[in-house]
């Protein structure tokens, strides 16, 4: 079969992605796979390799074997695949990994699914076969599922069918995913592709493939405990309702219920008794729920601010916590808890300032307190989100020459 790998003046279908830094090993036969799978199908196709820096020769090698290379201006994974998906020139394109470790002989799946509507396409390596020694067993059996398990349970009915959140091998409608507006430069660009697509209702399938070991000799550029602390706190990040705002605010309203309660009085329940011990905790629960439930608002307006997020929602929480709302709110929570001070210690001059009935007191003294400490959190939280929502205008800057022109007219 004559080969189907595009020229420049052809319209190129397929674009095979590989992000690369030193892979002078591998890189050979993994675009030797890609281009004989693109012949073999029949498929008008390039192997664009993206070059992060590499200094082992892997782009004349990658040249060599009859792939078009590109310099990667970011470091890092996601900057590496950042590069290639705005140089590439297919419809779709196919992103892989440039260790030899993923099929790339086995395109046919992922363009099927493509050709056939859908905007992401992910590679599954549980279903399709992981060879031994291919994946570490902490990644295999604990990182991979939960992270997965995570993505699923954070970012609803898209992804819900989606049991390998992490492969590296997966395939896309190339100007859908531009439309993203894609930021990440490391490795959790693998989880904010994903993340992103299901925020926006992409239509998401998965397809089975494999994972063998890789072919070098060297340690390979991921970090376990580093990049996957990096894609948990992607996910956390990217869910603020899910992962801030919501149980900042039980906590709190179970805080305030259980503080409400026992400034009566002692309460019992099943045997149990709750007192001024427990009466501490719900105060305490009362502040950082408070706490929590700010920091969630102020995620979904800096990532609505920076593009980050497209939360639809997030005007709302502008609103709610401008620093108006705050300080209107913040003072009134200030002046209970002063008024609840002021009691207080008129029942303690009423005693001549002697000894207190203890109990009695911290009914009293604890909730006032606790408004005060609450006042004060939101009335510096409105102040902070009002810093979040300033947004600078950009004013073209005259060149000295047209301010000479314009003083000399």
């Not at 894609?182 to 992409?202: H, I, K, Q, T, W």
């Not at 070098?216 to 801030?244: I, N």
């Not at 709302?325 to 002046?335: E, K, N, Q």
Request: proline residues 4%.
């Amino acid at each position: 079969m004559a080969s189907t790998v595009a020229r420049d003046d052809v319209d190129i279908e397929v674009t095979v992605l590989l992000p690369c830094l030193n892979e002078a090993e591998t890189l050979e036969v993994c675009v030797t796979k890609a281009r004989r799978a693109l012949d073999e199908l029949g498929v008008v196709g390039e192997v664009l390799v993206s070059d992060n820096g590499s200094t082992d020769g892997s782009q004349d090698i990658a040249i060599r074997a009859g792939a078009r290379v590109t310099n990667a201006p970011i470091r890092g994974y996601g900057g590496a695949l950042l590069n290639g998906i705005a140089e590439a020139r297919g419809k779709y394109i196919i992103m892989g990994d440039a260790d030899d470790s993923y099929d790339l002989a086995n395109l046919e799946p992922f363009i099927q699914e493509l050709r056939a509507g859908h905007d992401l396409v992910m590679g599954n390596r549980f279903r399709g076969g992981i060879a031994p020694g291919a994946m570490p067993p902490l990644h295999r059996y604990l990182g991979n599922p939960v992270l997965s398990f995570l993505g699923r349970r954070l970012f609803g009915k898209s992804l819900s069918h989606v049991g390998d959140f992490h492969c590296g091998m997966r395939g896309f409608n190339r100007d859908r995913i531009r439309q993203l507006g894609l930021c990440m430069p490391g490795m959790e660009f693998a989880s904010e592709l994903v993340v992103r697509a299901a925020l926006n209702d992409y239509d998401i399938v998965e397809v089975p493939t494999t994972l063998q070991p890789d072919g070098r000799s060297r340690p390979p550029h991921l970090r376990t405990w580093r990049d996957g602390w990096r894609h948990l706190r992607f996910l956390l990040v990217f869910a603020p309702r899910k992962t801030l705002i919501w149980p900042g605010a039980i906590m709190f309203v179970l805080g305030l219920i259980g503080t409400t309660i026992l400034t009566v009085g002692p309460l019992r329940v099943a045997g149990v008794g709750f007192d001024i011990n427990t009466l501490v905790y719900t105060c305490l629960a009362m502040l950082v729920g408070t706490q929590v439930l700010m920091f969630g608002a102020f995620a979904l307006i800096y990532g609505h601010n920076e593009g980050i997020t497209s939360e639809r929602q997030s005007d709302r929480w502008i609103r709610l916590v401008r620093l108006e709302t705050c300080t209107a709110l913040g003072v009134l929570l200030v002046l209970v808890g002063l008024a609840g001070s002021i009691l207080a210690f008129s029942a303690w001059g009423a005693r001549g300032f002697g000894a207190q009935d203890l109990g009695e007191a911290l009914r009293v003294v604890l909730p006032s307190s606790t408004c005060i400490g609450v006042g004060v959190t939101v009335i510096f939280a409105g102040l902070f989100s009002s810093l979040l929502s300033l947004r600078r205008v950009n004013t073209p800057v005259a060149s000295p020459a047209s301010e000479f022109a314009s003083t000399n007219a």
